[in-house]
C-alpha cells in the first residue's frame, strides 16, 4: 500500500509540510514514500510513531537505518534511495502518525503519515431473526454480521431492503409475499468486502411460507325473482360473515363458525 497525499494547504506557514492517510490490511505491508527537491541531495531521515523515535536513516551506498523499537525490528525496509520506509506484516498495533524529518544538504521538511489497519473481513452471516404479522401482512426480519466483528464495518442488502445498524451488524425487513427471493448481504471495511447469499425460505423454514390465513371472499348475483335472499359471504380465519340481500334492499348479517359444523341461515337446532 502507498499512501496517497489527501491535505496539502496551500499556506506559506504550511510550506515543507505535509499530510499524508492510508489503509492497509493485517499482514499486509504499507510504504511511505518521501520526496525531495530536484538538485538536493539527502543526508538523513528521522523517524517517529506517535512520540517515539522509530528509525534513524543515514544516506549512503546503502544507507545506514538504526531502528529505535524492537518490535519493528526485521519489518522495516529502505531502498537504496533512501527515500521511502516498508513496513511488512502489519498488525492493529501499527496503526498510528508516523512523521519524517527529513534533512537534505539545502534544506528541512516535515511530511506525516497516518496508517489505519485493518482485518480483511470473512464471509458475513445471515440469520432469521423473526416473523410478525398484523393486518394480514407479515414481515421476516434477518440479521447479517460478522462473525469476529470488526471496526469501521458497513453492510450493504440487494435486492435493496429496509435495513438499520445494529453495534453487532445489520438488519433488514422481508415483506411477504416474497419468501422464495434470495437476498445478499455484503459487509464492507476500508481494505476489504465479503458477501453471502441465502434464500429467505432456507434461513427461516417452510413456516414462513404459510403466512397469515388467507382472505377469501365469495359472491353470488341476487335476482328479485329469486324465491329467497342468496348468500354474500367473506371469511377470515374461523369465522364467516354472511350478507343476506332482499329484494327490498335490507341487509341481515350475522356471524357463523366456519367448518362443516356451520349452518345455514334460518337453522333451528332441535330442542
Known sequence: THLQPWLVPPLPLLQGFAQFRGASPRGDEVTFALEIPAGEMLDNVGWTIGTKSLA???????PRVVVSQRRYRGRLRVPTDGL?????????????????IIHTDKSQFTRIFTLRVYERLPQPRIRCDAQSCANGLCNTTLSCTIPSGGSNVTYSWSPPQPSSTTPQGSTA??????????VTCTAHNPVSNN???ASVKALCGSSILRGPPPLTSCRQDISARAPTPLPLCSHVGRLVLLALERSTGM???FASPLGPEAKGPGHQEPG
Do not use: W
Open 251 to 253: 341487509k341481515e348479517l
Open 84 to 100: 521511502s520506509l516498508l513496513i511488512a506484516a502489519l498488525s492493529p498495533e501499527d496503526a498510528g502518525s508516523y512523521t519524517a
Open 173 to 182: 425487513v422481508i415483506p411477504h409475499p416474497d419468501p422464495l427471493i434470495n
Open 195 to 197: 458477501s453471502t447469499t
Open 56 to 62: 534513524i536513516v543515514e544516506a549512503g551506498a546503502p
